[in-house]
């Protein structure tokens, strides 16, 4: 068995650390290993099968940045503890050179202070190594060293999202990517209407089997016919799904009387994918067929079940209308959920597996869930935000995303799933000027690659049934939130102002 051991410094911050069971290894080719996380007093320790080396990711307390997922460079196995704020911090520092070097050869132009911030934070990563018999000065000087590397992490990620948007003004007049939002179970209350308008040039259409066919062959389309005449009427760019939920609630309840009949079920699957389809032939010209097959959770499928029913789904839909452009969403993309040692397949595989069945994939929706629990989506910065979509566009297929952020903490009645906003080691919980923050800094940087094409936020209003809890746009009171503004800008103000 492999055995990684840390050292937390300063003493007692592994108690208080949120989430530190959910502290996970990867390899070298990125994959997250199976293990078991344990602590003792200031030590944490990760067993796994494997004994080879590998990074270590954590949500880690960094100062302005709440506590982000950061990691170490890949590390042996050893007898001795490792000290975790150095090795963070280590990690960080060469994340940031490789990157660089990878821009500058790029041609990009590097901002004139983030060399002096760079210097800094290896200064002080020096001086930690050389202090590493005290171990106390040794957590403060890394930690210090940490907070100057996300400082210029940002200032860098920042810099290419400027340079990145300003080749592409030059080249067109129309934004590189859709902007759009999920409706939810209704339409726009009449007040919001001009907002969500405003604010978007596309719209994704929920496709809830559930709540169509709430009892087997009884169908009702009221309020998607609704939703699609309501898109039709403001020309609103439409994208519509998903017609096959694999997570726990997104089936229905019918259904799981089936579900040790696994040929039946596929079945009951390819008839409703056909019927919908066939319903808006002609209106609905973009469908997300399946969704979150690489997490899955329905009537306990395996792995190989839910890969096989995305793959047949899209083979229906194709074979219903060839025309049609046809995507699948997947969650988790980095891919924490592996540790759990309940699945086989990494974001990356799966995808992979389907594109190689040749069954017709027109684009992946890569759902980017950030600062939400019990599932493995803590904060990340926009470098690694950057380098995970610069991973998924090596598959050359072209890219949507589904953007989720928490605006609160608390009890949301309205939410489903079992997730709450991430727990954080400071005093700074999730509000909506930090949802707005966070939406301002992602979006452009999204916008800014190539392989990009559409970019939805995963619920409009918080009165509404929706997945992550205070998610949306507009909150439990009727009041729209200031990440909304930030859509606005971008499609109304920031393109046309610069090609004026």
């Known amino acids: 068995m492999g055995v990684m051991r840390f050292k937390v410094s300063p003493p007692g911050l592994l108690a208080r650390l949120p989430e530190w069971d959910q502290a996970y290894i990867t390899g070298i080719d990125k994959r997250v290993f199976a293990c078991r996380v344990e602590s003792e007093g200031d030590v944490l320790t990760l067993r796994r099968q494997k004994q080879e080396s590998g990074k270590l990711h954590i949500c880690w307390p960094v100062e302005g940045y709440g506590c982000p997922v950061a990691h170490t460079c890949s590390l042996p196995e050893r007898e001795e503890p490792y000290i975790l704020p150095m090795e963070l911090a280590r990690g960080k ?9 990878a821009w500058q050869v790029a041609g990009m132009v590097i901002p004139r202070n983030f060399h002096a911030l760079r210097k800094d934070a290896q200064h002080l990563l020096a001086k930690a190594v050389q202090q590493q018999d005290d171990l106390e000065e040794c957590g403060k000087l890394s930690q210090k060293a940490l907070t100057l590397a996300y400082q210029a992490a940002e200032l860098l990620s920042a810099a290419y999202t400027q340079q990145r948007l300003e080749i592409y003004r030059r080249r067109s007049t129309q934004l590189p990517s859709l902007l759009g939002c999920d409706l939810g ?10 907002a969500f308008v405003s604010s978007f040039n596309a719209a994704f259409v929920s496709v809830e089997w559930r709540n169509i066919e709430p009892e087997e062959g009884a169908y009702d389309w009221d309020r998607l016919d609704q939703q699609v005449e309501w898109c039709q009427a403001q020309k609103l760019f439409m994208h519509a799904g998903p017609l096959l939920d694999l997570t726990d609630q997104g089936m229905p309840n019918w259904l799981s009387k089936w579900k040790d009949d696994f040929l039946n079920m596929q079945s009951f699957v390819s008839d409703f994918v056909e019927t919908a389809i066939t319903r808006y032939f002609g209106k609905i010209r973009y469908w997300e067929v399946s ?7 329905a009537l306990d499928l395996t792995e190989e079940q839910r890969l096989t029913l995305t793959a047949r789904t899209l083979e229906i839909a194709r074979q219903v209308d060839d025309e049609i452009q046809l995507s699948i969403r997947i969650e988790q993309p980095w891919g924490g959920y592996l540790s759990n040692g309940e699945h086989r397949l990494s974001p990356l595989q799966f995808i992979d597996a389907i594109i190689r069945s040749g069954v017709g994939l027109s684009t992946v929706n890569v759902e980017l869930g950030v600062g939400f629990a019990p599932r493995k989506t803590g904060y990340r910065d926009l470098l690694e935000i950057s380098e995970l979509f610069d991973l998924w566009g090596s598959l050359g297929i072209p890219l ?13 009645p309205d939410s489903y799933g079992g997730m709450h906003a ?14 707005a923050e966070w939406t301002r800094k992602v979006v452009p940087l999204l916008m800014a690659k190539q392989s990009v094409v559409g970019i939805y936020w995963t619920n409009y209003d918080d009165r ?20 909304l503004g930030v859509f606005d800008h971008y499609l109304n103000e920031f393109w046309s102002k610069s090609n004026s």
Do not use: C, W
């Open 422 to 435: 991430a727990e954080t080691d400071s005093d700074d919980p999730p509000t909506p000027e930090k949802q």
């Open 185 to 194: 179970d209704s339409l726009p209350q009449k007040k919001d209407e001009e």
């Open 400 to 412: 949507q995303v589904t953007l989720a952020y928490p605006s609160g903490t608390g009890d949301d």
């Open 464 to 483: 509404k049934q929706h997945r992550y809890p205070f998610a949306g746009m507009i909150d439990a009171d009727g009041k729209q939130k200031p990440a």
């Open 93 to 101: 520092i060469a994340r940031l050179r490789d990157q660089l070097g």
């Open 291 to 297: 969704a979150y097959g690489n997490t899955g959770g």
